[in-house]
Nanobody, 124 residues
Framework: QVRLVESGGGLVQAGASLRLACAFS????????SGWFRQAPRKEREFVAA????????QYADSMKGRFTISRDNAKNTVYLEMNNLKPEDTAVYYC?????????????????WGQGTQVTVSS
């Protein structure tokens, strides 16, 4: 019922910023919680951030907190991930995910829908 398309990745130097976008194809955007995950080569998929359907609650992995910001524009059916002061270790494919979820965010929330990912490469 939901298609997610990520965009905004690219090649940047250390210290630069990027803003990723995740476009939702759905009539019920505000009923879906959303999350960002990333996977580096030969590494496990890693949680980055999550946001509630209304946008009033967010969660971050400890390593990203203070440097990354998740937000959403419900009028535009889009979730964003702003990444500042990027480091080479941030290099990964970044994936957007969604789940029909009207309750507050909970740790370990399992997302049902996934995008194809967008590549972020940070050079030193």
């Amino acid at each position: 019922q939901v298609r997610l398309v990520e965009s905004g990745g690219g090649l940047v130097q250390a210290g630069a910023s990027l803003r990723l976008a995740c476009a939702f194809s759905t009539r019920s955007f505000s009923t879906y919680a959303s999350g960002w995950f990333r996977q580096a080569p030969r590494k496990e998929r890693e949680f980055v951030a999550a946001i509630s359907g209304s946008g009033d609650t967010t969660q971050y992995a400890d390593s990203m907190k203070g440097r990354f910001t998740i937000s959403r524009d419900n009028a535009k059916n889009t979730v964003y991930l702003e990444m500042n002061n990027l480091k080479p270790e941030d290099t990964a494919v970044y994936y957007c995910a969604a789940k029909a979820w009207l309750r507050p965010l909970i740790p370990g929330l399992i997302f049902d829908y996934w995008g194809q990912g967008t590549q972020v490469t940070v050079s030193s």
